[in-house]
């Protein structure tokens, strides 16, 4: 745990800017809670914690999510599942398309929430957004490709139809990167879910306020409820409860990289219990890193979270 | 029609020697399946159809014919059921003109109250029996129940059928639950003539298009005179595609033995829209012979304040609201 | 007079704006032709003229082509994939913006009915502009390298000739995929359906889409053929009659042109004695009355099991006598308008033949309105194999019936055609249908369903209903190279 830092000015993310009349306006400023269940509940342990700029600046008191805000997120991801998994590969496609529309709308705003999060000059960090957003519709346009690019018919010794198909885990846990705010959190959840997979998303720990903006992006378009949950905190304190949670199928070191009070192999320790597939994040033997995210991906994140489902039938007159 | 006699036709019909529940197993299972997916698909498609005008101002007033006003609560007084019989009578008090509804549908215990209510009208009164919802009681709890509301004098019986013993395949207990209960309401019918029967399925809980197929053509054989899809109290309870079946089910029978059967959606049919649906599909897959009271009802009860909705509305020109129609 | 009869329920055309009359899409712009003149497109419902619209002539198809080189060469070869796919999700997203208008369009145009442009044509066009502008940043994974090693890149300038029977989805299945894969594309809509594709490239300027990239040509067969026998075309795309579609195989022999081409059919649609058989007597219905029958993969023969043929035939024809024909801006109307006077001529003189080859002719009652081409749902029974009604097209409201006693002689009938684009299995043994399936030689297999389509299934036939596959990972084929080969 980092020494809690010194109290500073705050940062104002949009400077108190003078009204009609010249004198000072100002500003309305955003709460930030956690994302569980297509609502915006604080933590359950009244918890906060301060979030700080790249120049240590006051930002925003973030939830703190503890590991009861997580089991009900598991809750919820779970309840979600069915029907997410059920829609039609299209329909989804559909959705998290619509999902990219709306953060195309508020880029101005994650522009400047990742700059202030990131320390990036404004340009840098338009970049950084349009790279999210576009990653974002990468993954929504494989939502119905997936089955055909993984899955095929089999030519058994036999007179059977044989067909082997992907189908999603069920609830993923997954740890967000802790550095890339937005870019890293686009490319850990969408793949995720795009197959069907429902998510519970510890996001990055002193870089958490793109991830409640992207809640508010999904809370408004026609991502089911429950379909994917974001909680902001101390991501060394609620890890091992999910790693160790016997209703997760999956889960996704990432943000195991440069977390404080984190050691992923006993995440993976604990996931053996009920035989979880674990992601591990990146890195030669025990060092985790974060990857660079602005290369395009290729499948690895999505298959990691599928099953795969064969099928005989007999074929006979 | 006796138990005996319901048993000597079902013999004749099936080509058997004696009904058992092997013969009985045999020849419904025979019958032709249903695909799920198409099914749902011709009711989604009859589902397009749009009323209009003359036809609808036509369609509504059929509906609200075609009601058994409901209420089945356990909370049930003799002042609410009078209440709801003089609905009955009078649906929309502000416009003489609309029609009244075929019958009013209670348990069988107030059936006596209803009959009084409803004594200088035409509107039926017809009382669930056999242990309603479920359906979980000895047979003799079951006729006693029935005789009493025959005794009370109901018009008509909407009798459930013990889902337990179909789906554990005891075809022929079911076949005979239904004759036996059918004798009880030709024997001790009112003077008027004997009491109908309509027997529900509770399809919500038969769950396959198939089961559904397979309990409208015992049902029928067995006696019914109607075959009705539900209690209301469990849900799904009616829907397009289940009651598309039954329709089949009734218009094969005619086409075989020449003997019309009666259809009856019972719960979740809320909006005219809902029953223009209804009305489509008897009318495209049944036939206009059964665009008629005698042969379709709706069991509702909030149906029946949105049809006079939109029969203002389609009188008027404009839109109506809750204060214009009266609660039950 | 039957007792419900649903009294008229028109959509309201006043969603459609028609300009009196339209120039080429050419460059990115509308522009009058150069050297060709002008016809008039019709609503067969009524006879009543749409619209005045112009027939390209062979400078015009020069300076399509020219345009869509340059854009090849240019603003669109040089995007990326991901850039490619945006403008391809931007046009889905305007289709179904304007999904009711082009919907009116089409019916208007086409004479089909505003129940199947609404639920069926205009939906699915934009669900294959949403599949395949995924598919533009995704080609690498698409396995279409075939083992060369070499990615697949576009082949350049694409001519695409598409029929009247489903105008738009045509049009959808044919640009879609070209420019997903970075083609630029020049496209000519049938000479009686133009209307929907000059929409569409409106829709194209609406969506920035640059110059040059999708160029509309309307005109008439001759349009088509210069087009597809122009040097800078790299590769054709044909939907249409297998007739013309030989003359394309023709044409480009020797050259390095490539073609893709999806022709006619005579499909037949196979119930079993165990068929589920309510929902058997819907798919027969939809299989050869859905489009009027203008379907080039409609189950125009039943082959029904003979065992249970005259129940079969009974609740087919009781069945018939609910479909409304009519009006097609009615939304209660079922069955629209011949598409024009030569189509209505045709299928009256094949089902002449049919009457006079022997088979018993038996026809759905209905009242046909006065103007515009109509035929009345129509069904031969005692149809044998050696029937013309039983081996050519009639692309109508025409259903030939015969019948098989076995699963090997419904194979072999089924199969004896010089067609192969789809069959129809109705049957509730799963085994039987997958060796059915496996032994029917067409393209597209439908068990329990009929005339069903998605952007990610591919569609295509074997034998004279041509070669190639649109839709789906194989519909990406048609349109890249890999390098090795062109």
């Not at chain 1, 067909?163 to 793949?191: D, F, H, N, Y």
């Not at chain 2, 058994?68 to 502000?94: F, I, N």
């Not at chain 2, 337990?164 to 309401?185: D, H, M, P, T, W």
Request: include cysteine; aromatic fraction near 8%.
């Amino acid at each position: 745990m980092s020494p809690a830092p010194a109290r500073g000015k705050a940062t104002q993310t949009n400077a108190a800017a003078p009204n009609a009349a010249g004198a000072q306006r100002i500003e309305v400023r955003k709460t930030y809670k956690l994302y569980i269940g297509g609502a915006f509940p604080r933590s359950e342990s009244g918890r906060t914690y301060e979030v700080r700029d790249s120049h240590d600046r006051f930002l925003a008191n973030a939830a703190m999510g503890s590991r009861k805000d997580a089991r009900d997120a598991v809750v919820a991801a779970r309840g979600a599942f069915g029907k997410w998994s059920g829609a039609t590969a299209y329909n989804r496609g559909q959705v998290l398309y619509r999902v990219a529309e709306l953060m195309e709308g508020r880029r101005a705003q994650f522009a400047t929430e990742v700059a202030a999060a990131e320390g990036l000059t404004p340009p840098r960090a338009d970049k950084v957004v349009s790279q999210a957003i576009d990653r974002w519709v990468w993954y929504a346009g494989w939502a119905d490709k997936i089955a055909q690019v993984l899955g095929g018919v089999n030519p058994v010794a036999g007179p059977y139809f044989n067909i082997s198909a992907p189908e999603p885990t069920g609830v993923v846990a997954a740890l967000a990167p802790q550095r890339s705010s937005l870019l890293g959190l686009v490319s850990v959840l969408a793949p995720i879910v795009v197959s069907g997979n429902t998510a519970v998303v510890l996001t990055s720990e002193h870089r958490p306020l793109p991830a409640v903006t992207l809640s508010e992006v999904l809370a408004t378009s026609d991502v089911p409820a429950g379909v994917i949950n974001l909680i902001t905190g101390r991501t060394g304190e609620v890890a091992p409860w999910l790693a160790a949670h016997q209703d997760v199928n999956a889960i996704d070191l990432a943000g195991a990289a440069d977390a404080d009070g984190l050691v992923w192999a006993e995440l993976e320790r604990a996931s053996a219990d009920n035989l979880k597939r674990v992601l591990r994040p990146a890195g030669d033997d025990i060092d985790a890193v974060e990857p660079d995210w602005s290369r395009t991906p290729d499948l690895t994140r999505i298959k990691a979270f599928l099953e795969t489902k064969t099928v005989w039938h007999p074929k006979g007159r | 029609m006796s138990s005996t006699t319901a048993a000597a036709s079902a013999r004749e019909l099936l080509g058997v020697g004696a009904l058992t529940n092997a013969s009985l197993t045999r020849w419904l299972h025979g019958l032709p399946g249903v695909d799920h997916v198409g099914a749902d698909a011709r009711a989604a498609g009859l589902a397009t159809r749009s009323v209009k005008t003359t036809s609808k101002a036509w369609a509504i007033d059929t509906a609200i014919s075609m009601i058994d006003l409901t209420t089945l609560e356990g909370a049930d007084t003799e002042r609410k059921v009078r209440s709801l019989c003089a609905k009955a009578m009078a649906p929309d008090p502000g416009d003489p003109t609309t029609p009244q509804v075929a019958a009013v549908c209670i348990y069988a215990d107030m059936a006596t109250v209803a009959v009084d209510a409803l004594k200088d009208s035409n509107i039926h009164v017809a009382a669930v029996t056999s242990a309603f919802p479920s359906g979980r009681a000895t047979m003799a709890v079951k006729l006693t129940d029935t005789r009493d509301a025959l005794r009370a004098g109901a018009h008509e019986i909407d009798m459930v059928i013990d889902r337990g013993a179909f789906l554990s395949g005891r075809y022929l207990q079911v076949f005979n639950e239904i004759a036996a209960i059918k004798e009880a309401c030709e024997q001790e019918g009112t003077r008027r003539a004997p009491a109908h029967l309509k027997v529900i399925f509770e399809t919500g809980e038969l769950v396959t298009y198939d089961n559904v197929r397979r309990a409208s053509w015992l049902a029928i054989l067995a006696g019914a005179n109607f075959i009705k899809t539900s209690t209301g109290k469990v849900s799904p309870a009616a829907t397009l595609p289940v009651t598309l079946i039954m329709l089949e089910a009734v218009r094969d029978w005619r086409d075989l033995t020449g003997t019309q059967i009666g259809v009856k959606p019972a719960g979740g049919i809320r909006t005219t829209k809902d029953a223009m649906k209804y009305l489509v599909m008897v009318n495209e897959v049944a036939g206009d012979d059964w665009l008629d009271p005698a042969w379709f009802r709706f069991g509702a009860s909030g149906l029946l304040n949105d049809l006079l909705l939109q029969r203002q509305k389609l009188a008027t020109g404009h839109y109506s609201g809750a204060d214009y129609v009266t609660i039950d | 007079m039957a007792k419900f009869e649903y009294a008229p329920a028109p959509e309201s055309r006043a969603v459609v704006t028609l300009r009196p009359s339209y120039g080429l899409f050419i460059g990115g712009e509308f522009v009058e032709a150069t050297d060709g003149s002008t016809f008039k497109t019709i609503n067969p419902a009524s006879e009543e003229v749409l619209a005045e619209v112009t027939e390209a002539g062979e400078a015009d198809i020069d300076n399509a082509v020219r345009a869509a080189r340059k854009a090849f060469d240019g603003p669109w070869g040089r995007l990326s994939g991901a850039e490619r796919g945006k403008y391809l999700f931007r046009i889905a997203r305007i289709l179904q913006e304007r999904a009711r208008e082009f919907a009116v369009l089409e019916t208007l145009d086409n004479g089909k009915p505003i129940k199947e442009s609404r639920d069926v044509d205009i939906p699915l066009a934009a669900a294959h502009f949403f599949y395949h502008a995924g598919w533009a940043d995704k080609l690498e994974h698409a396995g279409l390298s075939g083992g060369s090693g070499q990615p697949p890149r576009p082949l350049g300038v694409v001519g695409q000739v598409i029929p009247w029977n489903f105008p738009l989805l045509m049009l959808s299945w044919k640009i879609a995929p070209a420019l997903a894969a970075g083609n630029t594309v020049v496209l000519k809509p049938s000479k009686s359906t133009p209307l929907t594709a000059l929409l569409f490239a409106e829709v194209c300027q609406q969506a920035d889409l640059p110059a040059g990239v999708v160029n509309i040509l309307t005109g008439t067969s001759r349009t088509g053929a210069h087009l597809i026998r122009h040097p800078g075309v790299d590769k054709i795309a044909f939907t249409g009659s297998t007739e013309v579609g030989k003359d394309i195989a023709r044409a480009i022999a020797g050259t390095r042109k490539r073609a893709t081409l999806e022709l006619g059919g005579k499909a037949a649609n196979i119930v079993f004695d165990d068929a589920a058989i309510d929902e058997a007597v819907e798919g027969i219905v939809n299989g050869i009355f859905f489009n009027q029958g203008h379907v080039c993969c409609a189950g125009s023969r039943l082959l029904v099991q003979e065992n249970v043929a005259d129940d079969v035939i009974m609740r087919l024809k009781r069945r018939l006598l609910t479909l409304r024909v009519g009006d097609p801006l009615d939304k209660n109307t079922d069955v629209g308008a011949i598409n024009s006077a030569a189509q209505l001529s045709r299928i009256r003189e094949l089902t002449d033949i049919g009457e006079a080859e022997g088979a018993t002719r038996w026809t759905a009652p209905c009242v046909l309105p006065e103007r515009g081409f109509w035929f009345a749902p129509t069904v031969f029974t005692e149809v044998s194999q050696s029937h013309r009604i039983a081996q050519e097209e009639v692309f109508g409201p025409v259903l030939s019936v015969l019948t098989f006693r076995t699963p090997q002689e419904a194979v072999a009938k089924a199969n004896n055609t010089p067609y192969g684009l789809s069959a129809g299995i109705w049957t509730e043994k799963g085994s039987r249908i997958l060796w059915m399936a496996d032994q029917l030689r067409a393209g597209v297999v439908w068990a329990n369903t009929f005339n069903r389509f998605d952007p990610t299934s591919p569609f295509g036939g074997y034998k004279e209903s041509g070669y190639g596959r649109e839709g789906g990972r194989h519909g990406l084929e048609g349109y890249v190279t890999t390098g090795a080969t062109r």
